[in-house]
């Protein structure tokens, strides 16, 4: 086996250049939502090129959508697939999926940005751009763990499936619909932005919205109305205390460094026509967690619990109840012993590369881990390269050093896990 890991090390300390220049390539196609299709073809052509069996179809369908676990407001995924690509073992060895997403969020405000969003400019051993991130950079750490099995001629005995899916972003469709496809494994990797930190439980989360009703008055005689706003202050009380009460539930040792482990945010709120009006409704929307061994709907029901005693403790609530919706996105937690044999092969690999033992926590945001655990049984964990503050924020960049460190440690894992066939 040392050979073979040498020649994989060996082979990804060369070719450096390589994987950051595959990386600007897909950082410069913008991969918003509904805008995939170029970033994906830049994949699939690299699937092509090492020779990896290729599943290329557009999501959607009665039984993607017909799924308890589905939930999306996207109206069309035409013309923006996703992709499985298989490096096909010998037989009698452990399958892995390597699972990425290809879809980034929004730029925001481009003037918070020193570079144009889509660059890929590199400076001083980081490479910036929407995306570099979240998850590009996990992306082209799992082609090059690929690339350099198959450049160095090795033949493994489990299958290798990787995936890289679209809507991670809005809930996880893409995902779902891999599993759906019949994609399972004995293992899955996902190189979210852990900085390099391994995740074997994910939070879970899901959107929310609370329609508040009031009414409306003349701003001089706002006595005669019911302030929409008002009432809003007492919902968000309400949440703010059953944040607190779910969080004081949790005692897993994961969370240890994590200071609210299942947050309870209000992201958005609109209210009010004019400021000589009393409002006469209010929306709050927001995002409540989810804890790994947790169920959605026995979440979903302890806020409405929550809203429904507010309700009994306010005159006007009582007559005029709030409303609550779940819509948009939506992630399943998941979870994974912390001695599952995953863990351990991705452990050894990190202290061979690193020198070090790896930090272990539990993940602050929600993945595609919970689906393909939740919904496809495969154990999951997720570790990538990327600093996890810099998901979703202006100036987004990733250090090339951690890309190639996790190259290495995917790669060895993929070579333990998947175990390498003698050639006869």
Same mark, same amino acid.
Request: hydrophobic content about 40%.
């Given at each position: 086996?040392?050979?073979?890991?040498?020649?994989?090390?060996?082979?990804?300390?060369?070719?450096?250049?390589?994987?950051?220049?595959?990386?600007?390539?897909?950082?410069?196609? =913008?991969?918003?939502?509904?805008?995939?299709?170029?970033?994906?073809?830049?994949?699939?052509?690299?699937?092509?090129?090492?020779?990896?069996?290729?599943?290329?179809? &557009?999501?959607?369908?009665?039984?993607?959508?017909?799924?308890?676990?589905?939930?999306?407001?996207?109206?069309?995924?035409?013309?923006?697939?996703?992709?499985?690509?298989?490096?096909?073992?010998?037989?009698?060895?452990?399958?892995?999926?390597?699972?990425?997403?290809?879809?980034?969020?929004?730029?925001?405000?481009?003037?918070?940005?020193?570079?144009?969003?889509?660059?890929?400019?590199? &400076?001083?051993?980081?490479?910036?751009?929407?995306?570099?991130?979240?998850?590009?950079?996990?992306?082209?750490?799992?082609?090059?763990?690929?690339?350099?099995?198959?450049?160095?001629?090795?033949?493994?005995?489990?299958?290798?499936?990787?995936?890289?899916?679209?809507?991670?972003?809005?809930?996880?469709?893409?995902?779902?619909?891999?599993?759906?496809?019949?994609?399972?494994?004995?293992?899955?990797?996902?190189?979210?932005?852990?900085?390099?930190?391994?995740?074997?439980?994910?939070?879970?989360?899901?959107?929310?919205?609370?329609?508040?009703?009031?009414?409306?008055?003349?701003?001089?005689?706002?006595?005669?109305?019911?302030?929409?706003?008002?009432?809003?202050?007492?919902?968000?009380?309400?949440?703010?205390?059953?944040?607190?009460?779910?969080?004081?539930?949790?005692?897993?040792?994961?969370?240890?460094?994590? +200071?609210?482990?299942? +947050?309870?945010?209000?992201?958005?709120?609109?209210?009010?026509?004019?400021?000589?009006?009393?409002?006469?409704?209010?929306?709050?929307?927001?995002?409540?967690?989810?804890?790994?061994?947790?169920?959605?709907?026995?979440?979903?029901?302890?806020?409405?619990?929550?809203?429904?005693?507010?309700?009994?403790?306010?005159?006007?609530?009582?007559?005029?109840?709030?409303?609550?919706?779940?819509?948009?996105?939506?992630?399943?937690?998941?979870?994974?012993?912390?001695?599952?044999?995953?863990? =351990?092969?991705?452990?050894?690999?990190?202290?061979?590369?690193?020198? &070090?033992?790896?930090?272990?926590?539990?993940?602050?945001?929600?993945?595609?881990?919970?689906?393909?655990?939740?919904?496809?049984?495969?154990?999951?964990?997720?570790?990538?390269?990327?600093?996890?503050?810099?998901?979703?924020?202006?100036?987004?960049?990733?250090?090339?050093?951690?890309?190639?460190?996790?190259?290495?440690?995917?790669?060895?894992?993929?070579?333990?896990?998947?175990?390498?066939?003698?050639?006869?």
């Amino acid at each position: 086996m040392e050979k073979y890991e040498h020649h994989v090390k060996q082979w990804l300390k060369e070719n450096r250049a390589r994987a950051a220049r595959l990386l600007q390539l897909l950082v410069r196609e =913008n991969s918003t939502r509904g805008n995939e299709s170029s970033t994906q073809a830049i994949v699939i052509e690299k699937c092509r090129q090492l020779g990896l069996t290729l599943d290329i179809w &557009e999501i959607g369908g009665d039984e993607l959508k017909s799924h308890p676990a589905y939930c999306c407001d996207r109206q069309s995924f035409d013309g923006n697939p996703n992709l499985v690509a298989v490096l096909k073992g010998a037989g009698g060895g452990k399958s892995i999926i390597l699972n990425g997403h290809i879809d980034v969020v929004p730029v925001g405000d481009e003037s918070n940005w020193d570079h144009e969003p889509f660059s890929g400019v590199i &400076e001083c051993g980081k490479l910036y751009g929407r995306g570099a991130t979240d998850m590009k950079g996990g992306n082209v750490a799992l082609l090059m763990a690929m690339e350099a099995i198959v450049a160095t001629g090795i033949k493994l005995k489990g299958d290798v499936i990787f995936q890289s899916v679209i809507e991670e972003e809005s809930g996880g469709a893409g995902t779902l619909a891999a599993v759906l496809r019949g994609y399972q494994a004995d293992g899955a990797i996902i190189p979210e932005p852990t900085n390099l930190k391994m995740f074997p439980k994910q939070q879970g989360s899901m959107w929310f919205r609370i329609t508040v009703t009031g009414k409306a008055a003349h701003g001089g005689t706002r006595y005669e109305g019911v302030s929409a706003i008002e009432k809003s202050l007492k919902v968000i009380q309400s949440l703010q205390q059953l944040e607190k009460d779910r969080n004081a539930r949790v005692t897993d040792p994961l969370f240890e460094k994590i +200071p609210i482990p299942i +947050p309870i945010n209000i992201g958005k709120m609109m209210s009010g026509e004019w400021p000589s009006s009393v409002p006469d409704t209010a929306v709050i929307e927001g995002r409540m967690g989810v804890s790994p061994g947790e169920s959605i709907l026995s979440a979903q029901m302890e806020m409405e619990e929550c809203l429904q005693n507010l309700c009994d403790q306010d005159e006007w609530l009582k007559r005029h109840p709030l409303k609550l919706e779940w819509f948009g996105g939506r992630w399943q937690p998941g979870s994974l012993e912390t001695n599952h044999p995953l863990i =351990n092969e991705i452990t050894k690999s990190f202290i061979e590369v690193k020198g &070090e033992p790896p930090v272990i926590e539990a993940s602050p945001w929600g993945t595609d881990g919970g689906i393909l655990s939740t919904v496809g049984h495969t154990p999951v964990v997720v570790f990538g390269p990327g600093i996890t503050a810099l998901a979703h924020d202006a100036n987004e960049h990733i250090i090339l050093e951690d890309l190639f460190a996790a190259s290495n440690i995917i790669a060895l894992t993929i070579l333990r896990w998947c175990e390498v066939a003698e050639p006869s």
